[in-house]
């Protein structure tokens, strides 16, 4: 039997189909696990008025890292889908925070489990699910909750992407995906969740076979493209943060 | 003299059991992680799915792959695991964590409290707050008394967005350990120094001893 590798010779090439108006979600939690690489690419790619699914839009700490808040600048985004629109301090200023309060990018702020949890459903086949998280506050204004054995829940639907960027520390040619540490995060929700899934890989792509099977965290055939990320300085590689 | 973040740190480590499940939140709670518990055992969870996490890691020693909710390089201790975010949240949601501690802007004497959007902005940063308010066998808060301007941050009713409806189980301030008793908050415990007169004079609702 044939076996087709997914490895792509380049970022610009795994993002170059991108389509206007793509619903993206791209992975990480603070700097691990997100796809510095890709996300750099699509801002070069240029594709306009994207959905962007993340934790955050990024940009509050230095040094400044390619993130949603970079294609807000570039004129991509349309709307973002994110548990943080603000930063963690009241005081942070995000390059996304003007564009927003002008209205030139929309925003829906979703709890980050609820978040995790619709990207999930999207990818599981469930359309919507209740949960408690959120009930009695106004992001459930106006919408339906129902009580289930005396506790109240509110109805959240699934959240479906049409192109995820996820970041692996390893994966085989056949698209199998180790992680390392707090880099799992939203990354294999994200590869359930969409129809086309892109990875930069940390370490050299591996034969099919090379990961055991108990080990794979997200498996192959929920991916389509993998990218190995190049050593700095042609590769974006976490930094440590400056102290704030 | 009024405690330090450090010893509001402190204090409310103190009020864990052995055995517990502890969530710590973004900023003053993250001091939490470094306080030392002694012959208790207390195993740390982080929304990012890091179960069973340590002190910060030393200058020098990060591991980039690793942060705590507030994204610092953590260390992991023997018998951490890590899952991924909707199997972390599926822990909050399942009633897993004993004990989630965060910061917040208000509190009220119903349980309500704040933490999410300030006034006027158009975003705010929720992250995982709400999920852990309404899914923890606990709330404890981690606040200034007052803002900076010296209005109470204790209050009868919030006044800005909720995080979640009465779930509060202790706040610590600068001035001592309170608890919201539903028409105010009652003292469990005062700072060297605070007295009675000048937390009830911090609050902007009944202060019972």
Known sequence: MARRSKVVADFDAAVADI?????????GFAQPGVPFNLVAALGRQGAKRLTCIANTTGGAHKPRMPDIGMLVENGQVAKVVCSFTAGTRASDVLPFTPYYERGEVDAEIVPQGTLAERLRAAGAGIPAFYTPTAVGTELAEGR????????????????????????????????????????????????????????????????????????????????????????????????????? | ??????????????????????????????????????????????????????????????????????????????????????????????????????GAYEAAANGDFANWKVKGAKGGGIGGAMDLAASAKRVFLMMEHRTRDGSPRLLQRCTLPITARGVVTLVATDLGLFAPTGEGFAVRDLAPGATL????????CPVSD
């Open chain 1, 19 to 27: 389509p206007d108006g793509a619903t993206i979600a791209i992975g």
């Open chain 1, 144 to 244: 339906e909750t129902r009580v289930i054995n005396g506790r109240e829940y509110l109805l959240e639907y699934a959240l479906p992407v049409d192109v995820a960027l996820l970041r692996a520390h390893q994966a085989d040619e056949a698209g199998n995906l180790r992680f390392r540490r707090s880099q799992r995060n939203f990354n294999p929700l994200m590869a359930m969740a969409a129809k086309l899934v892109l990875v930069e890989v940390e370490q050299p792509i591996l034969p099919a076979g090379a990961i055991d099977p108990d080990d794979v965290h997200t498996p192959g055939i929920l991916v389509h493209r993998l990218v190995q990320v190049p050593p700095p300085p042609d590769g974006i590689w976490p930094m440590k943060r400056e102290a704030r």
């Open chain 2, 1 to 102: 003299m009024p405690w330090s973040r450090q010893q509001m740190a402190e204090r409310l480590a103190r009020e864990f059991q052995d055995g517990w499940i502890v969530n710590l939140g973004v900023g003053m709670p993250t001091l939490i992680a470094d306080v030392p518990l002694g012959e208790r055992e207390v195993i740390f969870h982080s929304e990012n799915g890091v179960i069973g996490y340590g002190p910060v890691t030393p200058p020098g020693q990060e591991d980039l792959h690793l942060v705590n909710a507030g994204g610092q390089n953590v260390t992991l201790l023997p018998g951490a695991a890590i899952v991924h975010h909707a199997d972390s949240f599926a822990l909050i949601r399942g009633g897993r964590m004993d004990v989630t501690v965060m």
């Open chain 2, 197 to 204: 007169d000048e937390a009830r004079a911090a609050t902007a």
